[in-house]
């Protein structure tokens, strides 16, 4: 899930944006690579696409350990939709906005906040035990005069209050999650960045799928007769159609 996470941050279109205006356009990177930017962005492309593809393996991995037979099946859903076969349109249309996709993300963060949160209470709580429990077996061998503090009983109400900071994030990490909602999550974030890699490098690269429309920022496009790699509806063509001629054999 961080993993996905920091790729959708990348994504985002002031992010990309930077890329074009800041790294691309360095002499160091223009210098050692090309200056065609087109190329430039179809490498970038390429390694964002490479991390996508290593997500989407580990993701298809979990699928088939899932109960729905739709996440079993993810590795052949990505792969049709890498080669621009959507059947749910509109979803592609709503994904491919920014601000659209950002509530799976922000769950994404909670969830690994959470969870981050309680891996770190249980280690800190390990060790609270384990030093209550040297101070219990030095208690028993020393005389009780020696022991003037109540350090055992701060200690046992550290303990108790731990116990509940660790009980409060179990519920709203992923320990208090199905394995087959985590997995559907991170595969409807791998639909979505993937749609978002489309939207951003589409009019620069031509190996990806137009599942999304170009965005406006002030970007150069690819050729209008470049190959649709989309399903749905013949569009019939704009140009006004003329009737055919027919010439004689004279």
Same mark, same amino acid.
């Given at each position: 899930? $961080?993993?996905?996470?920091?790729?959708?941050?990348? &994504?985002?279109?002031?992010?990309?944006?930077?890329?074009?205006?800041?790294?691309?356009?360095?002499?160091?990177?223009?210098?050692?690579?090309?200056? @065609?930017?087109?190329?430039? &962005? $179809?490498?970038?492309?390429?390694?964002?696409?490479?991390?996508? =593809?290593?997500?989407?393996? +580990?993701?298809?991995?979990?699928?088939?350990?899932?109960? @729905?037979?739709?996440?079993?099946?993810?590795?052949? =859903?990505?792969? =049709?939709?890498? #080669?621009? /076969?959507?059947?749910?349109? =509109?979803?592609?249309?709503?994904?491919?906005?920014? !601000?659209?996709?950002?509530?799976?993300?922000?769950?994404?963060?909670?969830?690994?906040?959470?969870?981050? #949160?309680?891996?770190? !209470?249980?280690?800190?709580?390990?060790?609270?035990?384990?030093?209550?429990?040297?101070?219990?077996?030095?208690?028993?061998?020393?005389?009780?005069?020696?022991?003037? +503090?109540?350090?055992?009983? /701060?200690? !046992? #109400?550290?303990?108790?209050? #731990?116990?509940?900071? /660790?009980?409060?994030?179990?519920? +709203?990490?992923?320990?208090?999650?199905?394995?087959? %909602?985590?997995?559907? &999550?991170?595969?409807?974030?791998?639909?979505?960045?993937?749609?978002?890699?489309? %939207?951003?490098?589409?009019?620069?690269?031509?190996?990806?799928?137009?599942?999304?429309?170009?965005?406006?920022? !002030?970007?150069?496009?690819?050729? %209008?007769?470049?190959?649709?790699?989309?399903?749905?509806?013949?569009?019939?063509?704009?140009?006004?159609?003329?009737?055919?001629?027919?010439?004689?054999?004279?």
């Amino acid at each position: 899930m $961080s993993r996905l996470i920091s790729l959708y941050s990348f &994504l985002s279109e002031n992010e990309f944006t930077r890329l074009r205006n800041g790294p691309l356009r360095s002499r160091g990177v223009r210098y050692l690579n090309s200056e @065609d930017e087109f190329h430039l &962005l $179809s490498l970038a492309c390429c390694e964002k696409l490479d991390e996508l =593809d290593s997500a989407a393996f +580990t993701v298809s991995r979990l699928g088939r350990r899932c109960s @729905d037979p739709g996440l079993r099946c993810f590795s052949y =859903d990505y792969e =049709d939709l890498k #080669q621009g /076969i959507v059947v749910a349109r =509109d979803r592609v249309e709503f994904y491919s906005k920014q !601000g659209n996709g950002s509530k799976i993300f922000r769950k994404m963060e909670k969830y690994v906040s959470a969870t981050t #949160q309680l891996h770190a !209470g249980l280690e800190s709580l390990a060790e609270m035990e384990a030093s209550e429990r040297k101070f219990q077996m030095l208690k028993l061998k020393l005389e009780p005069s020696k022991f003037i +503090t109540n350090n055992g009983c /701060i200690d !046992g #109400q550290r303990i108790a209050a #731990q116990r509940k900071q /660790i009980k409060r994030c179990r519920e +709203t990490s992923l320990w208090n999650v199905t394995f087959d %909602k985590s997995v559907r &999550l991170m595969a409807e974030a791998i639909r979505v960045i993937f749609i978002r890699m489309c %939207k951003l490098f589409g009019p620069f690269v031509s190996f990806l799928p137009c599942l999304a429309r170009s965005s406006n920022l !002030g970007m150069k496009s690819k050729p %209008k007769n470049a190959q649709l790699y989309a399903s749905g509806p013949i569009q019939k063509s704009s140009i006004p159609s003329t009737p055919p001629r027919f010439y004689s054999q004279e």
